[in-house]
T-cell receptor
């Protein structure tokens, strides 16, 4: 298995632009999580899905953030419009068991200028 | 919050020495997990210890859990330069996703 695949690896965009981050979880993993990592706040859970259904999006910072999971093999995290404070590394992770270990992707480093 | 807090924030040791990192948390948990993150990479799951377990081993890793003190420790024996990374504890309460601490940065000097 290729693991959790995220794209792009790096994204530099101007303030106000729309940004879309993509994630392909491991096949058979029913849970998918989006985390954001910054030096100041560490790893924060943004949203998670179970069987493609969003379960808890209370970590999504603002309405500018949205996430979808149209099928079991694909999820997107969209920021519109982007702001400099959104600069961070965004990780996608998946697991077959909610209380088991997670497999993380390599992350997308987002820089908003 | 159940967020784990690692101690120390940074640790520098010589190759061959043992490295010990600690994690404290605040609420009841189902299990506690340790992850490693190399610079610029994603987190890698190392070991999971359940709330009814006290100690667990995996290769050069030894994890202990004391639920009465709400604390855990990760011991890496005979450290190598390749162990240089950040180490995170993560707590899983019942029916909630993992919550991560801010990590311990370990530097192993050859």
């Amino acid at each position: 298995d290729a693991g959790v695949i995220q794209s792009p690896r790096h994204e530099v965009t101007e303030m106000g632009q729309e940004v879309t981050l993509r994630c392909k979880p491991i096949s058979g993993h029913d849970y998918l999580f989006w985390y954001r990592q910054t030096m100041m706040r560490g790893l924060e859970l943004l949203i998670y899905f179970n069987n493609n259904v969003p379960i808890d999006d209370s970590g999504m910072p603002e309405d500018r953030f949205s996430a979808k999971m149209p099928n079991a093999s694909f999820s997107t995290l969209k920021i519109q419009p982007s702001e400099p404070r959104d600069s961070a590394v965004y990780f996608c992770a998946s697991t077959p068991l909610k209380e088991g270990g997670y497999t993380f992707g390599s992350g997308t480093r987002l820089t908003v200028v | 919050s159940q967020q784990g807090e690692e101690d120390p924030q940074a640790l520098s040791i010589q190759e061959g020495e043992n490295a010990t990192m600690n994690c404290s948390y605040k609420t009841s948990i189902n299990n506690l997990q340790w992850y490693r993150q190399n610079s610029g990479r994603g987190l890698v799951h190392l070991i999971l210890i359940r709330s009814n377990e006290r100690e667990k081993h995996s290769g050069r890793l030894r994890v202990t859990l004391d639920t009465s003190k709400k604390s855990s420790s990760l011991l890496i024996t005979a450290s190598r330069a390749a162990d240089t990374a950040s180490y995170f504890c993560a707590t899983a309460a019942y029916s909630t996703p993992l919550v991560f601490g801010k990590g311990t940065r370990l530097s192993v000097i050859a």
